[in-house]
């Protein structure tokens, strides 16, 4: 229950005093919470109102779709208008299933679960190549498209003209209460099923995945997998509430189960609540469902409707796109902090600790050791451009190598081609003696590559400490259902933020750090993976000399504990003084490789570095 | 054969109408990465604007297009004010369900005006055709689509000959830089946006013709426009000139040769395919991911 607000949001009060700021709101939440719960489960008890209780009926269903939705749009962050066909497929199964076969709700609700389940997984494998907008558009077709094969399909669906279910055979004394009992233990398993998912291995990497997913992908999640069970689990309990509903209703036809307006009804539901958090998307249909019945009711249906739930739609993206708990934590976490002293005291950009350190032994390696990562021939082309064009390179094991080249020489290109972040138009990789070009960036993670990004990328919504964990050195499915943060991990973790200084840090959110300490806290992510080679992008880019220093010591000394380093730098004195051998990049291709003495007098490099102009200014006097 | 050939000059008549419509859908995905899920709704409303002048002063609803395109563009200006542009940087969730938002909400208000029954606009060559050899060609798709192509026409010329022009692509292409060059982003993607719209507004004007249309038409709609701006590549005006074709000849073929109940799933089946096959659309492009961020 205290989860209610261990959300991505709670996450963002600041200082060892937001545990208590937390606890005492998870308090008032929680009494909310269970006098909500107590209310709805006694309610068909001591009335008979059956206006009412087909409000809570129908509040339920929805409730349970954006419970389900909440996984893909709050945790995984991908955004749906097609949810309801998930209540759609659950009724058209259980009523295929009573009218063509027969048998009892005991078989053909589960099988709807599944069958919803399914088709959902479908949709996740899609997904993989559909992200932000391209993926709302196919959820809209999906939702459209289950909508005319039901129409057409006569011979199984029995088209426009609907399917009728076998009425209820219990007696009427007991009215809806099946229903109603039903719908609220699969609402009950579906929080369950959320709240479970957010503290464990599973939502974390969900989180990641809304935050920058191809970031996740570098840091060893293997976000296909994660996609697609997450759309599965979204839509097994909807499918399951779509066959109770249909069950229900007794007469379902594709205009009303795939209307539209039911995948609105739900996202609004989330969105009003709260994506993200526990209880929001519940919060929500038990508001959007009430308003439904009041359109249709007292205000003429149809298009009241219309108008109430796009002018709700358009008034909670723009006036509280972060929904009703969020936004009411956040009064309540400001309220109590009224009065008192100002956050914790430590300025957050203060200086980082230093911790008295042996100097570091000498690399490890000679530059002519047996090469680690081998590139070879190695092109890609963005439209006309030809940003890496047949780059060749070696980076001897042991070895802290340095690309450098002019900007624009495609470096960074390099870098995404070589960790899977973009896929090359020829050429081959090649890491400790496999290929690895052609796999996915978390296969090369797990490895042992990692890398860290020329503008840092965190997951903003995660602290410290949860960046430095998300990181996963191998997959297993069982992994998954892993605590988020378990004891050995934490440690683990809790050491790296120690090495690069950034322990006091770890509970805050990373957004709130400064840009240098970003990039500790990057690093540390990436020994989490405990790499062989790691690339950095930049690690000295726009950040002062201390801790340019800082970096430079760090390397050194997981050098020569005898990791291998492949680093991109214009910070020429950093470079040279850091790294050998150094390779030369310019135009896409490697012209130059040596010892930072060397590669200063390569005539070819200076040509790269300075352009044609600089030797034509040059004296004749040979 | 002549079955084929006629499928095949109907759609493309009706595709360069889709080419007007997806245009604009595409303009404003380019320069602001919005999707416009409204558009279909604008489009529809436009279509009820015709009607009611076409209804009242028996204007011919392709002249009608002098009256319903000034009339969506300041229709389109003020919504950007007062709600699109408050969140133009916000991420593209946001916008998407803006859009879908304002959607309902002229679905809706059409359905208090209009009512909710079909309606269409019968001009006086409405059951009239051209007969070329063995080919009936409707005169209503004839006109329909060659006044399409006018306006397309125009739209094109604007966009590559003027400095507003000029602005929108620079906007769409980098508008970080486009401001650094002197280019108002906001102000563009506020004129982009009522362009866009107004687009709308002269497409709904031919398709009134084309097709009888109810306030919950705009759903079907916006599918066939997202679906032809997937297939030629989101954002790209050529992509969204050719999906269009295509899309409009895949429909009269599905028509000819499976039978009308399955036109409407085309567009759909378009945007499982293209999404799954070439996720970038026939003319989109991939471009380099870390631009903006550099």
């Known amino acids: ?622 | 054969m002549t079955e084929f050939l006629q499928a095949l000059i109907l759609g493309l008549l009706i595709g360069g109408v889709y080419a007007l419509l997806a245009s604009g859908l595409t303009l404003i995905f380019g320069v602001m990465n919005v999707i416009n899920i409204a558009h279909g709704a604008f489009l529809i409303l436009a279509a009820f604007l015709t009607w009611t002048i076409w209804d009242a002063a028996g204007i011919d609803p392709l002249a009608a297009i002098l009256i319903t395109t000034p009339l969506m563009f300041a229709f389109g200006w003020v919504l950007y004010s007062t709600t699109v542009g408050r969140i133009r940087k916000a991420p593209p969730a946001a916008t998407v369900l803006l859009t879908f938002g304002l959607a309902l909400v002229i679905e809706g208000l059409m359905g208090i005006i209009w009512g909710n029954t079909s309606h269409s606009v019968r001009p006086s060559y409405f059951n009239e055709s051209f007969e070329i050899g063995e080919l009936f060609l409707p005169k209503a798709q004839v006109y329909g689509g060659i006044v399409a192509m006018l306006v397309l026409a125009a739209l094109y010329w604007m966009l590559t000959s003027t400095w507003l022009g000029r602005a929108i692509r620079a906007s769409a292409v980098n508008p970080q830089g486009a401001e650094l060059v002197g280019v108002t982003v906001g102000a563009v993607a506020a004129m982009t946006f009522a362009i866009g719209v107004a687009s709308a507004g002269a497409g709904g004007a031919i398709a009134s013709v084309l097709y009888p249309f109810l306030p919950g038409s705009h759903y079907q709609w916006i599918a066939r426009l997202l679906g032809i701006i997937v297939l030629g590549g989101m954002g790209s005006l050529p992509g969204a000139a050719v999906g269009a074709l295509a899309l409009g000849v895949a429909e009269t073929m599905t028509v000819t040769y499976i039978g009308p109940e399955w036109a409407t799933a085309v567009p759909y089946v378009i945007v499982f395919a293209v999404l799954l096959l070439r996720p970038q659309g026939l003319l989109g492009s991939r471009l380099r991911e870390d631009v903006a961020a550099a």
């Open chain 1, 1 to 622: 229950m205290k989860q209610a607000v261990a959300s991505p949001e709670a996450g963002t009060l600041p200082g060892p005093g937001a545990e208590v700021e937390r606890a005492r709101i998870g308090k008032q939440w929680m009494a909310v919470i269970a006098a909500g719960v107590l209310f709805i489960g006694l309610y068909p008890i001591f009335s008979d109102d059956l206006y009412y209780q087909n409000m809570i009926i129908l509040s339920m269903v929805f409730a349970i779709g954006a419970v389900g939705l909440n996984i893909i749009t709050g945790y995984a962050g991908y955004v749906s208008l097609g949810q309801g066909a998930f209540l759609g497929i659950g009724a058209y199964v259980v009523a295929l299933g009573a009218t063509k076969v027969g048998g009892s709700p005991w078989v053909w609700i589960p099988a709807a679960g599944v069958v919803a389940g399914v088709m959902a997984a479908f949709l996740g494998v899609v997904a993989m190549r559909a992200r932000g907008h391209s993926f709302v558009i196919l959820t809209i077709a999906f939702l459209f498209l289950l909508q005319i094969v039901a129409t057409n399909w006569d011979s199984l669906t029995n088209g426009t003209g609907g399917l009728t279910l076998p009425l209820p055979t219990w007696s009427v004394d007991y009215q809806n209460w099946p229903f109603y009992y039903s719908l609220m233990g699969l609402l009950g398993l579906s929080v369950l099923l959320a709240w479970w998912i957010r503290r464990n291995k599973f939502g974390m990497g969900l989180v990641a995945i809304r935050e920058d997913e191809d970031k996740a992908a570098t840091v060893g999640i293997n976000t296909r997998v994660y996609k697609i069970l997450a759309f599965a689990a979204s839509a097994v309990f909807v499918g399951m509430a779509g066959g109770v509903y249909g069950y229900y209703l007794t007469f379902i036809d594709p205009l009303g189960m795939f209307n539209i307006l039911l995948s609105v009804q739900i996202i609004l539901s989330l969105l009003l609540g709260g994506r993200a958090t526990l209880w929001g998307p519940v919060l929500g249909a038990f508001i959007v469902e009430p308003l439904n019945e009041f359109a249709n009711n007292d205000l003429g249906g149809g298009n009241a409707r219309l108008l109430i739930f796009g002018g709700l739609l358009a008034l909670v993206v723009l006036f509280m796109p972060r929904g009703i708990i969020p936004t009411v934590n956040r009064w309540l976490a400001a309220r109590g902090r009224r009065g008192k002293a100002g956050l914790v005291g430590e300025r957050l950009d203060g200086r980082i600790e230093l911790r008295e350190r042996e100097a570091p032994a000498a690399p490890a390696a000679s530059p002519d050791a047996a090469p680690l990562l081998e590139v070879q021939g190695l092109e890609k082309r963005f439209g006309g451009v030809q940003a890496v064009d047949g780059a060749s390179f070696s980076v001897p094991e042991g070895s802290i190598t340095a690309l450098i080249g002019p900007n624009g020489s495609g470096k960074t290109t390099v870098f995404n081609l070589i960790g899977g972040t973009m896929v090359q138009n020829a050429g081959q990789v090649t890491f400790g003696g496999r290929r690895i070009d052609g796999m996915t960036p978390w296969r090369r993670a797990h490895l042992g590559l990692g890398r860290t990004f020329q503008i840092t990328r965190l997951f903003h919504e995660m602290t410290v400490l949860e960046n430095v964990v998300a990181p996963l050195p191998s997959f297993r499915l069982g992994q998954l259902t892993a605590d988020a943060v378990s004891g050995r991990e934490a440690e683990r973790a809790e050491e790296l933020l120690e090495f690069v200084g950034m322990a006091k840090y770890r509970n805050q959110p990373c957004s709130d750090l400064s840009y240098g300490q970003q990039k500790l806290v990057e690093l540390a992510q990436v020994l989490m993976l405990d790499p062989k080679l790691i690339m950095l992008d930049e690690p000295a880019g726009g950040i002062n000399p201390t801790l340019i220093d800082r970096i430079g010591e760090m390397i050194r000394e997981l050098n020569a504990q005898g990791r291998t380093f492949l680093i991109v730098e214009h910070n020429m004195p950093f470079v040279l003084g850091l790294c050998a051998p150094v390779l030369v990049l310019a135009r896409g291709k490697t012209i130059a490789r040596g010892t930072s003495a060397e590669i200063q007098r390569d005539p070819a490099v200076l040509d790269a570095y300075l352009g044609e102009d600089f030797r034509l200014d040059q004296p004749v006097e040979v």
